[in-house]
């Protein structure tokens, strides 16, 4: 049996992202641990996960907090296990080539930003979550990059100018958070199998505390002009980091992607 030889580039991103992750998650063991103070903790003095949800002065949930994904399988596929997402013929023939090129073009390779909810999901790289009054950050440490949410009551615009996480407007709907997101620039990701989207791209997300160290996002997709109707995705778990902060992480791919081209062909060549 002959086994299909991946193209140059697909193989050199791929060992890119395979050595991101790799010093991403020893710089994160050697990252000093700082006891955060209001951390509820067991007997043992461990940060215990299962407390009650913390609360603001109002009454609200506190989302606050860095927070990481439960699991890298809503960063791959977005779309509900076992189902398609229903996109449309252009949106569909998109897709598959981006699947059959293994992400050939996928927006971070060129050190842009990944969408939404995407961002959110990136496998072992968390966010930090700020709430205050009128506005609530979102600081993801890929690439240092940030979201705000809007919640002083203004509307969503009418023809915002568009950008990669769009414009978000956020209110309470008792303890959930609704986050709506419109504006959008075309070119980002749905997730990192490729799934599209165009500048009609917009975005329903619901953020839920659990309880101290456990978060769901539910995320609901509409976009008339790559999906025939709204669809939502798998509910998407997330868990606290505690006693710890953000890492400074910066993407270089001037210098990466040439090293590890020059690499790979070579051994292309000595073949």
Not at 179 to 199: I, M, R
Not at 238 to 263: A, G, I, K, M, W
Request: a neutral charge; one cysteine or more.
């Amino acid at each position: 049996m002959r086994i299909a030889r991946i193209p140059t580039r697909c193989r050199a991103v791929a060992a890119l992202a395979f050595l991101l992750c790799a010093l991403t998650g020893t710089a994160a063991a050697q990252w000093l641990s700082i006891p955060i103070p209001g951390t509820p903790r067991t007997p043992d003095g461990k940060p215990n996960l299962n407390a009650p949800m913390p609360r603001t002065a109002g009454g609200k949930p506190d989302l606050s907090g860095i927070w990481r994904a439960d699991s890298p399988r809503w960063n791959e596929n977005l779309a509900p296990q076992g189902t398609d997402a229903p996109m449309l013929p252009a949106a569909a023939e998109l897709y598959k080539h981006r699947v059959e090129t293994q992400g050939w073009n996928r927006p971070e390779t060129y050190c842009m930003p990944h969408g939404v909810p995407d961002a959110m999901t990136v496998a072992g790289l968390p966010f930090k979550i700020l709430q205050m009054p009128g506005v609530t950050i979102l600081l993801f440490e890929e690439f240092h990059k940030y979201r705000q949410i809007h919640t002083d009551g203004r509307p969503l615009p009418v023809d915002p100018d568009p950008t990669w996480y769009g414009y978000s407007i956020g209110r309470w709907e008792g303890d959930t958070f609704v986050v709506e997101t419109a504006g959008f620039k075309e070119g980002s990701w749905l997730d990192n199998n490729g799934h599209p989207h165009t500048d009609a791209l917009r975005t329903t997300e619901r953020f839920r505390r659990v309880n101290f160290g456990h978060m769901e996002v539910d995320a609901t997709i509409d976009d008339s002009k790559a999906y025939s109707r709204p669809w939502k995705a798998d509910t998407m778990r997330f868990s606290l980091q505690p006693d710890t902060e953000l890492l400074e992480h910066l993407c270089e791919n001037n210098r990466d992607l040439p090293v590890l081209e020059r690499y790979w062909l070579g051994k292309e060549q000595a073949k």
